[in-house]
T-cell receptor
Framework: QKEVEQDPGPLSVPEGAIVSLNCTYSNSAFQYFMWYRQYSRKGPELLMYTYSSGNKEDGRFTAQVDKSSKYISLFIRDSQPSDSATYLCAMSVETSYDKVIFGPGTSLSVIP | ETGVTQTPRHLVMGMTNKKSLKCEQHLGHNAMYWYKQSAKKPLELMFVYSLEERVENNSVPSRFSPECPNSSHLFLHLHTLQPEDSALYLC?????????????FGAGSRLTVL
């Protein structure tokens, strides 16, 4: 079983839709949960991160962590064409250089 | 310039060539990383340098050779590569780990090995 699983998509939604992106993981010791966004021909950039369980909101973006189910989600409200990108989840056990584990990414297209 | 800058953005090389990828960060970070990104696969950590000393080498083939002359610059020297090494090579930096160890990535160098 892979440490972090993520549906690669592609996911295509109309503008204004609510988007739900998800990752599952196997290591119950993960404590830090991150979402990166990667536009075409660019490197990933951090969207938001959470520590342990719970929700975190930043504008149109909400990150949720359910440690009991080993499941994390990123919700995008009122999606825009500029949200079209690949979304990578990442997580780590502890503060360390080499323990950040990435998912393969979900490709999202928001159609005007 | 700000952030993390990678050059060249695109590189095509034959299996017998020697080339280098360069990364420069202007963020005052103490750690620098090389990641490999292949289609539909998670990012693979290749090398980590902290304060110019190598911290991690994830069993990367010796045809990849990193160099970190100072805390702002990182190189990846390439020689005798294989076609399966074709990928996007991402450089990243971070402050000394604290909390989530958030990485700042460059735009990547797209490598094609013929």
């Amino acid at each position: 079983q892979k440490e972090v699983e993520q549906d690669p998509g592609p996911l295509s939604v109309p503008e204004g839709a609510i988007v739900s992106l998800n990752c599952t993981y196997s290591n119950s010791a993960f404590q830090y949960f991150m979402w990166y966004r990667q536009y075409s021909r660019k490197g990933p950039e951090l969207l938001m991160y959470t520590y342990s369980s719970g929700n975190k909101e930043d504008g149109r973006f909400t990150a949720q962590v359910d440690k009991s189910s080993k499941y994390i989600s990123l919700f995008i409200r009122d999606s825009q064409p500029s949200d079209s990108a690949t979304y990578l989840c990442a997580m780590s056990v502890e503060t360390s250089y080499d323990k950040v584990i990435f998912g393969p990414g979900t490709s999202l297209s928001v159609i005007p | 310039e700000t952030g993390v800058t990678q050059t060249p953005r695109h590189l095509v090389m034959g299996m017998t060539n020697k080339k280098s990828l360069k990364c420069e960060q202007h963020l005052g970070h103490n750690a620098m990383y090389w990641y490999k990104q292949s289609a539909k696969k998670p990012l693979e950590l290749m090398f980590v340098y902290s304060l110019e000393e190598r911290v991690e080498n994830n069993s990367v083939p010796s045809r990849f050779s990193p160099e970190c002359p100072n805390s702002s610059h990182l190189f990846l020297h390439l020689h005798t590569l294989q076609p399966e090494d074709s990928a996007l090579y991402l450089c990243a930096s971070s402050p000394l780990p604290s909390g989530a160890n958030v990485l700042t990535f460059g735009a990547g160098s797209r490598l094609t090995v013929l």
